[in-house]
């Protein structure tokens, strides 16, 4: 139990086009959602902190404009990289917190997407 | 803030050496404590976990013990498997629903057969 998707696993796309990623809890719903960002052979960056219906929260530095969140449903997370330039080009990684008791407190991660923009 | 701290890697072994990587932290109250495993090209994955002082996380043949005398959380293995090779990352989260998961900066251990 307790898993998570995105999808896609891979994109490669010209600079100035919008990418979107999708972030699925597969088999629980999840109160919160969380983005990071990861460059190569450095840790996890939190981007933002989304919650089901409601405007996400951005860590200092991300600008929302560019990276935009919605999380329309308890199991449905989306991160749109629009106008995506090569200096965007990360390994993205979601991670879904569940309403299970059992699990309170622990994230769930997703096997993250990497976005190479050209 | 919350902080973590872990030593920095790479951390080469041969086959069936012992494992210690070092993490200690910053934080107040009480903080859940993790580790994850991250293999090359894929997301992370918990390790193992720790939610109070003296708790014993382990899995795999993987452990590491809650010291809150000495804010720590130090993972180990006795015999290192080539499949082992990833990246390791200790992480807290404080005991209410809106702390979020802190970092350390993760640590490669490549394992030689």
């Known amino acids: 139990g307790a898993v998570v998707s995105q999808h896609p696993s891979w994109v490669i796309c010209k600079s100035g086009t919008s990418v979107k990623i999708e972030c699925r809890s597969l088999d629980f719903q999840a109160t919160t959602m969380f983005w990071y960002r990861q460059f190569p052979k450095q840790s996890l960056m939190l981007m933002a902190t989304?919650?089901?219906?409601?405007?996400?929260?951005?860590e200092q530095g991300v600008e929302k404009d560019k990276f935009l969140i919605n999380h329309a449903s308890l199991t449905l997370s989306t991160l749109t990289v629009t106008s995506a330039h090569p200096e965007d080009s990360s390994f993205y990684i979601c991670s879904a917190r569940a309403l299970l008791e059992r699990t309170y407190n622990e994230q769930f991660f997703g096997p993250g997407t990497r976005l190479t923009v050209l | 803030g919350n902080s973590v701290t872990q030593m920095e890697g790479p951390v080469t072994l041969s086959e069936e050496a012992f494992l210690t990587i070092n993490c200690t932290y910053t934080?107040?109250?009480?903080?859940?404590l993790f580790w994850y495993v991250q293999y090359p090209g894929e997301g992370l994955q918990l390790l193992l976990k720790?939610?109070?002082?003296?708790d014993k996380g382990s899995n795999k043949g993987f452990e590491a013990t809650y010291r809150k005398e000495t804010t720590s959380f130090h993972l180990e293995k006795g015999s290192v498997q080539v499949s082992d090779s990833a990246v390791y990352f200790c992480a807290l989260t404080g005991n209410n629903a809106g702390n979020m998961l802190t970092f350390g900066g993760g640590t490669r251990l490549m394992v030689k057969p």
């Open positions: 934080a107040t109250g009480y903080p859940s």
């Open positions: 720790a939610t109070k002082a003296d």
């Open positions: 989304s919650n089901e219906g409601s405007k996400a929260t951005y």
